[in-house]
């Protein structure tokens, strides 16, 4: 890799890690007082509203997610990004690899405030951090030789674990998901809408998340390229995104008295599987297998 391409991608990366340090930060500490306003929603649901703080307008269950998943962005997937940044300008492939994973799930997480949060002061930095990981994610690809990726990994390389933990996770999104939707397009959401007009947690995870973890968790276990590629991605956006849930569910918990035990168990999983995985991966990389392979 290119030196000034190398410093390039750390420069791009360390903006991200402090845009969404600051974007985090700001959903923590500005949150408001907790003081909330009765709203009744267009169709017809009743939930209460925050009344004020940067996440003003929304409910407060889905304030209560989201300054959950900020803490983890916070305290986990920021500072994971600015321990990259050394690595990163110095050409690591390792470093690109794992990075992607962070990037992805900075990617996800803004895409989602963007398009789901009334709008408030802080939508055009969710925009310009979700914008700038996907470019970021696009650039880090662009750099690395995909064809001769098996061959930077020893035979521990954990491909039957990516596999299941994709495939178990797809399963897993889709058993919650459809039902949900089924129930949508026959009126009867109820309060799961949380006053929104239409699922865009659904959307993005059906959409998203499980066909790139089936095309992952299926690449890595015919040790295909991509596998070696996508799998990094996988574990780590597994490890911070499970954090982030179990953040949100426990701080959900404060709010409203009610600790939602069985999806706690199922992240914490989630997330003990993603990090193993990672580690494993990690200790499979063959710094020596290609001449001057960092």
Known sequence: MKAFSARGLAALCLAIALLAGA??????????????????????????????????????????EGVGWDLATLLLAAPALLAF??????????????????????????????????????????????????????????TIPVGGLPDRFSPGFPRRGIGVLCFAVSLVLV???????????????????????TLVVQALDLGLI?????????????????????????????AAMGAALCAMIVNVALVTGRLEIAPLLFFGAVTAAGFVLAL??????????????R
Do not use: C
């Open 85 to 142: 940044i050394p690595s990163l300008a110095s050409g690591s492939l390792r470093a690109r690899l794992f990075v992607l994973g962070l990037l992805f799930y900075l990617f996800y997480q803004y895409l989602e405030y963007a398009v789901y949060w009334a709008l408030g002061p802080l939508f055009p930095l969710h925009v310009a951090i979700y914008g700038a990981s996907l470019a970021g994610i696009v650039w880090v690809v662009s």
């Open 280 to 293: 494993g991966i990690h200790r499979s990389f063959r710094i020596d297998s290609v001449p001057g392979a």
């Open 175 to 197: 058993g919650m998901w459809l039902p949900l939707v089924a129930r949508a397009l026959r009126d009867e959401t109820g309060e799961a809408l949380h006053g929104g007009t």
């Open 210 to 238: 499980v066909p790139l973890a089936v095309f992952t968790g299926t690449a890595a276990w015919k040790r295909l390229p991509a596998g070696f590629l996508l799998a990094p991605l996988m574990a780590v956006k597994a």
């Open 23 to 64: 974007a985090a930060a700001a959903g923590v500490f500005l949150r408001g007082d907790g003081s909330s306003v009765p709203v009744v929603s267009s169709r017809g649901a009743r939930y209460e509203a925050a009344a004020d703080g940067v996440y003003r307008h929304n409910s407060r269950r889905i304030v209560a």
